[in-house]
């Protein structure tokens, strides 16, 4: 028998037996099940499907699989008990652990509880195949090794050429515990040829903190015919061992039986020594310790993530209440990061993020945890803390630490931090408390003009609540239709008849009243919420001058203002062409207007789509001419027809008679041949001072407030004049 399985080894033909392994894969999406067993069959493998933990458990006990490909998180049954399954039937089937949870934990339970190896969703086909082919050549070795050791009474020198040829360390111990045998593969995994150990010691081969469990394992061998297996230990490597690894020791999962001589009255068996298998499980152990590091810091600046934070939080907390001391938590955000992503692009923005980790591990006290929350919050646990001067003392190095320049690449970039800090006990007790106080004060620090530390009081946590009610409330104001249009007149100072309107919006609250956009928009702004205002703006604005058009009044234009964000849509142009062809307008009567700080921003881009607008009739102004950072280049770059003056330098010619700035406004506009609307006229000596400059248009409470839709209507049906409601 020996020598036909040998003949049978040397001819190929065991492999033969396994050509064609059978793998059950076991997952409870059906897409993946599917693809997984098309990509086994295609690639020569017989693949079963099991549609969910339960069905694996029966086709387990059905019949033997080669290898078993596991998805951990299934509704009826978990991966883990799939496992548990495996070991108490005493299945040897090699089990591949699909994961694609963020968690890594049931992972690593996994592994320690028999899965010999884990794929991580989403994977590719090749990684797949590669995995399962490892999985089933060491299967294969296994059983071949097992059906080798059967017969080694038979033939030990056979035994010799396949124990020596097995990817395990395989070794036999005398009953004192001395080396008889050691294969070959000692000399690369440890270093030491079979030579150095044989009449040696095991002892001598274990880690010391090792010794009591290998004992432990050697003694049990005597007591009787039991076996071991899945004992993990360390054994020590000798020096300048052949392969090039730093470790001192490996890791293996030591499987032993005790040998016995074989006597009629078993109670009276001499034992003779120990088998054993000792498998490698560096690969397996560096794996762990990826998924460890990889759950518990973050991938960019190696800093401790966010659950590494709340672990040493509530470490914090559990040693400051038995000590009686107080510890701060520091938030922090970096200001106007976004922008840095936006328009210098990500891979800058991950090495200034890198920069800012290093300066701030410099201002960190012995003790001291930083971590990296997400995007651009880090935060900061400050154990023992005498008082609050402490706090602020590290949160002026820290503002300090990241005020200075930065230098990546050939640029030199300016940032700065806002810090919002809480401390234990009297801002909170637990950490969630903690760290939602410390995030109050961040916000109150940006609302305070950033780049300071703001300390958590409760008169803080009010304004905040207010603003996410009022955000909660946002998300529903349009479905709930409790936006309106008013209309703002802008009048001729030539002919003193209506010209146009500029469309605001108001949000009419079931609760709060009438809210100016003042108090929303910027929020609707931070939510992106602010598209489908403009979308619904929009089409009000063309749905009120088709009902002016079908009733016959005076064409007049309607202004709409565009965000940011509207203007970086894809469709932002076809989207108004679509408005106005949908109410049968022509293009003439809408204008757009833009802030100075909008054309700022990604140029080309936006000049692009203006001049898209303008192309098409549209007609394209600057609102609020003067408080941006524009210049007579961009503006010759840009397809304008209308500046409005800001408001606020109007006022100036009523307060001190400053009219400097307006009239330079004017002298610009009219060499560039711009139409000129000045906004917030509501004195007669401002009207006057803008006629005697030739000034175009005026807008403002002097002549009318913003109107309903009814009383626009009426006022243009009225035809009411300049002349007729100031006089002149």
């Not at 003067?626 to 027809?641: V, W």
Request: negative net charge; contains cysteine; hydrophobic residues 40%.
């Amino acid at each position: 028998m020996l020598a036909e399985l040998k003949q049978r080894i040397i001819a190929g033909e065991v492999h033969k037996v396994y050509s064609a392994p059978k793998i059950l894969v076991v997952d409870d999406e059906p897409l993946l099940r599917d693809s997984l067993r098309d990509i086994l069959q295609h690639n020569g493998y017989e693949a079963s499907v099991a549609r969910n933990g339960r069905d694996a458990l029966v086709q387990i006990a059905r019949q033997q699989f080669d290898a078993i490909l596991l998805d951990l998180y299934m509704p009826d049954v978990h991966g883990t008990e799939v496992l548990d399954f495996i070991a108490r039937r005493g299945l040897d089937t090699p089990v591949i652990v699909i994961s694609g949870d963020d968690s890594v934990d049931s992972v690593i339970d996994a592994l320690r509880g028999g899965a010999q190896d884990f794929l991580r969703k989403p994977y590719q086909a090749d990684e797949l195949l590669k995995r399962v082919g490892n999985v089933l050549q060491r299967r294969r070795l296994e059983l071949e090794n097992r059906s080798i050791l059967q017969q080694m009474e038979q033939s030990e020198k056979w035994h010799r050429f396949l124990v020596n040829s097995s990817p395990d360390f395989i070794y036999t111990l005398d009953c004192e515990g001395h080396f008889s045998f050691v294969n070959d593969r000692v000399e690369s995994l440890l270093g030491f040829k079979p030579s150095e150990l044989v009449g040696q010691h095991f002892s001598s081969l274990i880690h010391p903190d090792d010794i009591s469990r290998a004992q432990y394992v050697f003694n049990e061998r005597r007591t009787g015919k039991r076996a071991t297996r899945y004992t993990e230990l360390r054994l020590r490597c000798k020096e300048c061992r052949p392969r090039n690894l730093d470790s001192k020791a490996v890791t293996v999962e030591l499987n032993a039986i005790g040998m016995y001589e074989e006597s009629d009255n078993k109670f009276a068996s001499r034992y003779l020594g120990t088998y054993g298998v000792a498998k490698d499980l560096s690969e397996r152990k560096k794996a762990e310790e990826t998924i460890y590091y990889q759950a518990y810091h973050d991938l960019l600046t190696g800093l401790p993530n966010r659950v590494l934070y709340k672990d040493h939080l509530n470490l914090a907390i559990a040693q400051a209440r038995r000590n009686g001391e107080k510890f701060a938590v520091m938030c922090l955000d970096l200001d106007h990061f976004k922008l840095v992503n936006d328009t210098l692009g990500h891979v800058f923005g991950d090495e200034l993020l890198l920069a800012v980790g290093s300066r701030l591990r410099a201002c960190l006290r012995e003790g001291d945890t930083l971590a990296r929350m997400g995007g651009d919050e880090f935060s900061l646990l400050l154990p023992a803390l005498v008082g609050s001067d402490t706090v602020i003392g590290i949160a002026d190095k820290v503002i300090a630490a990241l005020g200075r320049p930065f230098h990546i690449g050939n640029r030199e970039l300016f940032s700065t931090v806002s810090i919002g800090v809480s401390i234990f006990p009297e801002d909170g007790e637990t950490g969630d408390s903690l760290i939602k106080h410390a995030d109050i004060a961040l916000y109150h620090a940006k609302t305070c003009g950033r780049d300071n530390c703001q300390l958590f009081h409760e008169g803080m946590s009010a304004p905040l609540s207010n603003r996410l009610s009022l955000e909660n409330d946002l998300r529903h104001a349009l479905e709930r239709n409790q936006f309106v249009a008013y209309y703002q007149p802008q009048v001729n100072l030539r002919s003193g008849q209506v010209v146009g309107f500029e469309c605001l919006i108001r949000w009419l609250h079931p609760v709060r009243g009438l809210i100016s956009p003042v108090d929303f928009i910027p929020l609707a702004e931070e939510t992106g919420l602010i598209t489908q205002l403009g979308d619904w703006m929009l089409n009000t604005a063309c749905h009120q001058l088709k009902t002016w058009k079908e009733h016959g009044l005076p064409p007049v234009r309607l202004a709409i203002n565009i965000s940011p964000r509207q203007i970086e849509q894809t469709q932002f142009v076809e989207r108004i062409h679509a408005a106005l062809n949908q109410h049968g307008l022509h293009s003439s009567m809408l204008e757009v207007e833009i802030t100075e700080n909008l054309i700022m921003k990604d140029v080309e881009h936006t000049v692009e789509k203006l001049k898209q607008l303008s192309a098409g009739g549209i007609k394209i102004a600057i609102d609020d001419f003067g408080t941006g950072y524009s210049s007579l280049t961009y503006l010759k770059k840009f397809p304008i027809h209308t500046i409005k003056i800001d408001q606020s330098f109007i006022a100036d010619i009523e307060r001190d008679g400053d009219t400097s700035i307006v009239t330079a406004i004017i002298a610009m506009a009219k060499g560039l041949k711009l139409n000129l609307i000045a906004e917030g006229v509501e004195t007669e000596n401002q009207l006057a001072f803008l006629r005697s400059m030739e000034c175009d248009e005026m807008q403002g409470y002097l002549f009318s407030e913003p109107l309903s839709a009814q009383a626009a209507t009426e006022l243009l049906a009225e035809k009411v004049s300049l002349q007729a409601m100031v006089g002149g």
